[in-house]
């Protein structure tokens, strides 16, 4: 009764979240649902997000706006999905009335039953219970059936689930449960789907990937499943995201310097550099261990790319603090840095803590960092022009204009390269000169294709 119902898909969040929501795609895709961008549907499926504030709040307000367009006849049943739905779980339900259905991401594989019975009652109730929210994790084979959207040439793959750090400020294990490692043929077999649907970046994700495995008891996990990664056909850019700064070592720079593929790119948070407030937040780390870690890194890995981000305004920061903080990224001089106003969470230890810092101290301090780290950002992309890099073509805009990414800059956080003299499509690796920078982005001109890394 139900083939060929119409299927909206919003995504909010990470890009953890928008993994989960290619899944998604692919389950209902495969049960024969039609999937549409935009306009009216049978269904409309919101996956939130709701690890701080500001995404629960973008949360509500995209609910609001999908409920108006039930009212006005647009869709017939929303449905809630994702983290935000598996944080409140036991409130949502009266709180959302115009929501038919809440469920978590390991209730994915069973949606289009569920859908079916919402469907086929037509306008009566549903008569699926509306908060179905079960574990917190999909199962290994629902990422097989996974629909990704690599019209851009790269996409996420996310090697595990939860985790197991604790810090005092993060909501994650209570949305997403303890750490649970992917099994590594499993993510070999979605890495060779991913690439044949047009992925030639494959970027590595989770809240910690320097656990992977450690689960299961495995040394260097993450080590032996990049080196595995690298094998398969077809990948040329794999890059490494989220990495906690205290399993940062020598595994890790000599899979940079001996694997061609991996790109010399590290995303290590560090939230703080203080020592009281690394302490406070329950990071296993001190400020000589990060500086010590950069030291290794750069002096082991010529061009390495470093990205981090930080925390300003945890409680307890006083202004001693913060000026350690932002002496720490004037020395560090990261190559990125994302910077967020501490976000007060219910259910984590930091919520009850004393001396919580006003909210317009907190906006100020992170201004702060942010105006050094464009300083910081300015000078470097000035200090480019000339070189040679490879560019991962993302999109495209007419008249040889388009728009892409080198080696060093992870998707959606780190800016572009804007070039010209480009006429191909998106998805292709060239090679461009950088010939100027513009507030975030390089300039460059394409002379020629991007260099081959395949080893067969």
Known sequence: MTRGATVRIHTLGCGKNAVDAEVMAGILADEGYSLVPSGRADVAIL?????????????????????????????????????????????????????????????????PGLLRKMLGEGDAPATVPRSRVGEG??????????????????????????????????????????????????????TRLLVRRGAKEINLIGQDITAYGTDRGEKDGLVTLVRALCTVRGVRWIRLLYLYPGRVGDGIADLLLSEEK???????????????????????????DVYGMLERLRARVPGLTLRTSLIAGFPGETRAAFDRLLRFVHEARWDYLGVFPYSREEGTRAHGMPSQVPERVKEERARRIRDAQADILSARNAARKGETVEILVERTSGGGRAAGRHRGQAPEV????????????????LRARITGAREWDLRATCTGRGSSTESD
Request: contains cysteine.
């Open 47 to 111: 996956n939130t997000c709701g690890f701080i504030r500001a995404a629960k709040e973008e949360s509500i307000g995209e609910i609001l706006s999908l409920a108006r367009e039930r009212k006005r006849g647009r869709i017939r049943r929303l449905v809630l999905a994702g983290c935000m739905t598996r944080r409140y779980r036991e409130e949502l339900p009266d709180l959302l009335p115009e929501v038919d259905l809440f469920l978590g991401p390991g209730d994915i594989p069973d949606l």
């Open 414 to 429: 780190d800016g572009s390269v804007l070039l010209s003299g480009f006429h191909g499509k998106p998805g292709e690796i």
């Open 137 to 190: 994790a999909l199962p290994d084979a629902a990422y097989g059936r996974r629909l990704p959207d690599t019209s851009a040439g790269c996409a996420f793959l996310k090697i595990l689930e939860g985790c197991d750090n604790r810090c005092a400020y993060c909501a994650i294990p209570a949305i997403r449960g303890p750490l649970r490692s992917r099994d590594r043929d499993s993510l070999l077999a979605e």
């Open 262 to 288: 991996v790109c010399r790119y590290l995303d290590v948070p560090v939230q703080h550099i203080d020592p009281g407030i690394l302490k406070a937040m329950g990071r296993r780390y001190g400020p000589s």
